[in-house]
RNA sequence: GGCGACGUAGCCAAGUGGUAAGGCAGAGGUCUGCAAAACCUUUAUUCGGCGGUUCAAAUCCGCCCGUCGCCUCCA
């Protein structure tokens, strides 16, 4: 089945196809460094990161570009508050950023450009501009003038006239049309600069990723991205420079991303409702906030809550425990690698045999339909079930049933290689979730393996009274205790 | 005011014409000394409401109600 992805320009899903056979060509909009992320930069970036994934596991050779916006008003207003040169700001967020985004198990771009290492192509573009009719210098200042492109608004979907009535901005003098924008920027004393051809300046907003995209995608090509809030008016001042300066498409397939809310309403820097990624790590796990994002919809929105982090927790729980239970089995056990021969699984075998041969089928089913990974981890846990009935009605498990949770377990690396999950060697994970919840409980795990060995003597005892005592102490303070045939072992509730 | 999106079980969430995935939580059962975990069964005759199109609608159309977003920097 073919690829389909929704394009915010048609509003529609379409079917994919690249511009040149083979590969994919994707820019998204990366971050304005002069503060650290918050979570709705963990979606976005999560997001497209399983997009770009999930192209090169389809077979796309996938160029994917990343920018960070390293010259802008924050930046600079940051530094002068600090006190500092701008590029102190711009470096320090910039390596937030890498950790932040390391942390949550991105994969690197091939590409990750600074916007001030282009500004040669920036100039180059205005001057394009400039030469064409559409943009006019104005006192240092160079503007698009929108009139000039019929297009304008054809991705937001606007009328120019309205948006010119309603419009807050500011009408400078130095504009000749209210809704026109700057492409470049006089120099105020203490601001940096770089020459031009209209003196000493710097940079628009918009300019530095129509410069970039070309730079390393070319004139037209096939994915950007970004968040919602970029419809308007960044990605539409995108495709006004780019489309005006090449006259020809920009990009093909417009991508971007849902918010995320925090009580149902969007999280945002101006209402002051937002949290940094780091703020969120300091209480959950990466791997869950990133099974949080995966488990909607990209365009969807998704509320932020600790409950709802707390049930993401609780799924990806349960998947890493069955993984863990498979690698304990195959590590005690080498499996044959095929299934040996006039060997059929039967039952509950045959029908985790079923689940795993659909497995792949269905996972890229789902991603095929416009990255849907909230269905793509049904399916995940769909095997999970079947799995778990097999190790529950197969004692010791025969050649055929090793080789069957042998492929299971590579059926998962494979697909959270796609995802960016199940990194973790399962046993480790489920430990570390289990240290970071023992921390917020005021027993130490030294007691809790005290109490335990008391509790295996007083069973041993048949001193039933004793041991639920302990039992029942225990699961007071929150933690729960797993009795198996190996011995007993605890998790916190 | 203009434009747009969404409303599916207690909660989260898939599902864009063919008879409601999955997860969390809950209930009953198997297992267990008793529990927990795991497994099994179960929890929406129904998809905000009202009409319409169709053999057939959560899915298409219209109206209404509700929530949210964009129109200013924002992922």
Redesign the pocket.
């Known amino acids: 089945m073919a690829l389909r992805v ?1 394009n915010t320009l048609s ?1 529609e ?1 379409e079917v994919f196809i690249p511009l040149i056979p083979g590969r994919a060509g994707m820019y ?5 460094v002069y ?1 650290y ?5 963990a ?3 999560v997001v497209f990161d399983v997009i770009y994934r999930y192209l090169g596991y389809a077979g796309y050779d996938v160029t994917y570009v990343r920018n960070y ?1 390293d010259i ?3 930046i600079i207003n940051r530094a002068n508050r600090e006190g500092v040169d701008y590029r102190t700001i711009s470096d320090r967020y910039i390596r937030a950023f890498d950790e932040d985004m390391e942390r949550l198990g991105l994969a690197k771009p091939t590409v990750e450009p600074k916007a001030t290492d282009h500004i040669g192509g920036i100039i180059a573009i205005i001057e394009a501009l400039i030469a064409k009719g559409h943009a006019y210098e104005s006192e240092g200042d160079v503007y698009y003038a929108v009139e000039t492109f019929p297009d304008y608004l054809k991705l ?4 120019l006239d ?2 010119k ?5 500011e009408v400078g003098d130095k504009k000749r049309h209210p ?1 026109d ?1 700057a492409l470049w920027k006089d120099s105020k004393p203490g601001e940096p600069w770089w020459q031009s051809p209209w003196g000493k300046g710097r940079p628009g ?2 300019i530095e990723c129509s410069a970039m995209s070309m730079e390393f995608l070319g004139m037209t090509f096939d994915f950007h ?10 990605h539409e001042n995108e495709i006004a420079q780019s489309e005006a300066a090449n006259g020809c498409q920009f990009v093909r397939y417009w991508l ?6 925090i009580n ?8 002051g409702n ?1 949290f940094t990624i780091r703020q969120v790590l300091e209480k959950f796990d990466p791997e869950t906030l990133r099974f ?1 994002i995966l ?9 932020f ?1 600790d ?2 982090l ?3 927790q ?2 990806l ?2 998947i890493y ?2 993984l863990a ?1 498979l690698d304990e089995i195959l590590l005690e056990n080498p499996a044959p690698p095929e299934l040996p021969a006039g060997e059929s699984p039967t039952g ?1 075998g045959q029908e985790l045999q079923d689940k795993l041969e659909n497995l792949i089928p269905r996972f890229c089913e ?1 991603m095929d ?2 990255f ?1 990974t ?9 095997v ?6 097999f ?3 197969t004692g010791a498990p025969a050649p055929a049933g090793l080789s069957l949770i042998a492929r299971t377990r590579d059926r998962f690396a494979e697909v959270g290689q796609v995802l960016g999950l199940f990194g973790s060697r399962p046993a480790a994970w489920l430990e570390g979730i289990k240290s970071s919840k023992a921390d917020q409980i005021n027993i130490s795990p030294a007691e809790i393996e005290g109490l335990i060995v008391e ?1 295996a003597e ?2 041993k005892a ?1 001193n ?2 004793r ?2 005592e302990i ?1 029942d102490l225990l ?1 007071e303070k929150g933690v ?5 045939a190996q011995g ?1 072992t605890w ?1 916190i ?1």
């Open positions: 929704y509003g899903k998204v909009c990366g971050v304005t503060d992320c918050h979570i709705g930069h979606r976005a970036n916006t802008d008003d924050k937001s979907k606007r009328n309205e948006m009535a309603g419009a807050r901005v809704m924008f907003w918009h991205g970004g968040g919602k809030d970029l419809i308007f008016p960044h971007h991303n849902g918010f995320v809310n149902s309403e969007k999280m945002s820097k101006s209402l937002f949080f488990s909607a919809h990209y365009r969807s929105p998704i509320d809550s409950q709802n707390d049930e993401a609780a799924g729980e349960r425990s069955f239970a509950a789902a339909d416009d849907n909230a269905q793509a981890l049904g399916v995940l846990f769909d999970v079930r079947a799995g778990n009935r190790l529950a009605e509790r007083a069973r048949k039933f009274k041991s639920d039992r699961l729960q205790l797993l009795d198996s007993t998790k509730r």
